[in-house]
């Protein structure tokens, strides 16, 4: 019991001191990163903001990365993006495959706000382990709320980096209120899991879809109250067909890659 507790008592003191490193290691990881995107599209502009970079946890010698690229002279209101995702040697930086994705993503009205590596046991066969792109677009209108966060998996094989998952929606963050109190609003969330069945040669992939509704209201008091209105829960199930793992296009936020 008393080891326990002073273990515990240790994991914040740890936590700091690992945190530098961590910065650290995020630091030459983007270095890498930004040093590629000039080698590779020398014409491109990077969104530093919204590209990523990740050692594998699952492979440490190989690195991720993603790249958001525009033209120089694109419209600062509707940039279009190339999104160009690589695996690299962590050590030498040498390229060991990519996928580019020309025109993939333009923002307008509704904008990506973030992107990140999701590095998650996504083992597809007892050698291929997948990672996914998570992708956050947010719309600026503030009566009228809309988030989303769409998820591309891919996979290394034979220095390959075929798109398994398109664009394939996560996270559905919508809402309609009078800007003061009064609104509707549902969030989907869900998660993915892998089975242990199989088709054609790969995981079967269970999403779970929990969506939640909600009113706000003023009480009698006058206190603007939320209060939950629907709960519904379901499964999709997504499975390989030998080239991808088709997703319908009614779960794809705007078109896909």
């Keep these: 019991m008393a080891v326990n507790k002073i273990l515990l008592a240790l994991v914040p003191a740890l936590s700091l001191l690992a945190a530098p490193a961590l910065a650290q290691a995020e630091e030459e990881c983007m270095a890498q990163l930004k040093t590629q995107a000039a080698l590779l599209h020398p014409t491109s502009q990077l969104n530093e903001s919204n590209s990523a970079c990740k050692v594998w946890p699952w492979a440490p010698d190989k690195t991720i990365m993603v790249m958001m690229l525009s033209a120089p002279d694109a419209d600062p209101n509707m940039p279009i993006y190339d999104v160009d ?32 590596i999701d590095t998650a046991r996504y083992q597809l066969t007892p050698d291929l382990r997948a990672f996914a792109i998570r992708f956050v677009h947010t719309g600026s209108s503030n009566v009228n709320q809309f988030g989303v966060e769409s998820l591309n998996m891919y996979v290394l094989k034979d220095k390959t980096l075929p798109l398994l998952v398109n664009h394939f929606s996560m996270v559905i963050d919508s809402g309609e209120w009078d800007g003061a109190c009064t609104g509707y609003f549902t969030k989907n969330k869900r998660t993915i899991s892998v089975l242990n069945t199989t088709s054609n040669g790969y995981a079967d992939l269970r999403v779970h879809d929990k969506k939640v509704s909600n009113e706000t209201n003023r009480d009698k008091a006058g206190k603007c109250t939320e209060t939950k209105v629907g ?10 067909d030998g080239k991808v793992y088709p997703v319908d296009k009614k779960e794809q936020f705007d078109s896909a890659f």
């Design 85 to 116: 995702v690589l695996v690299t040697d962590t050590h030498s930086g040498k390229v060991i495959a990519r996928n580019t994705h020309p025109q993939a993503i333009q923002d307008d009205a509704i904008a990506t706000s973030s992107v990140t």
């Design 231 to 240: 709960e519904e829960e379901t499964d999709i199930i997504l499975r390989f």
